[in-house]
């Protein structure tokens, strides 16, 4: 069974940083891309940041800047450095992965870290 574990979250003054990982257990082969979305209670989710497996990243405009994707040296993992944060960056955070076969596309999400910007 394919688990996608996020880590890293808390809370963290406004400007200050975060870094989140996302971990892959029991995946034999290579996502194509990986990312990060985020959610608040009310809104939709919405994509902050994805990398391709030829390691192009993709950002949400307002993260363009404070954030950054990079694919781990482990396979299948990701870390979003996050820095300068601003309270409107609170949200619950999910790790999501695309798998691409001949038979279709699968998505894996994990169960989601909450990142709390606050004084």
């Known amino acids: 069974q394919v688990q996608l574990v996020e880590s890293g979250g808390g809370l963290v003054q406004p400007g200050g940083s975060l870094r989140l990982s996302c971990a892959t257990s029991g995946m034999l082969f290579s996502f194509e891309t990986m990312g990060w979305y985020r959610q608040v209670p009310g809104k939709q989710r919405e994509l902050v940041a994805e990398v391709s497996s030829s390691g192009i990243p993709n950002y949400l405009d307002s993260v363009k800047g404070r954030f950054t994707i990079a694919r781990g040296s482990a396979k299948n993992t990701i870390y979003l450095q996050m820095d300068s944060l601003k309270p409107e960056d609170t949200a619950v955070y999910y790790c999501?992965?695309?798998?691409?076969?001949?038979?279709?596309?699968?998505?894996?999400w994990g169960q989601g870290t909450q990142v709390t910007v606050s004084s």
């Open positions: 999501k992965a695309q798998w691409i076969t001949t038979l279709g596309k699968y998505d894996y």
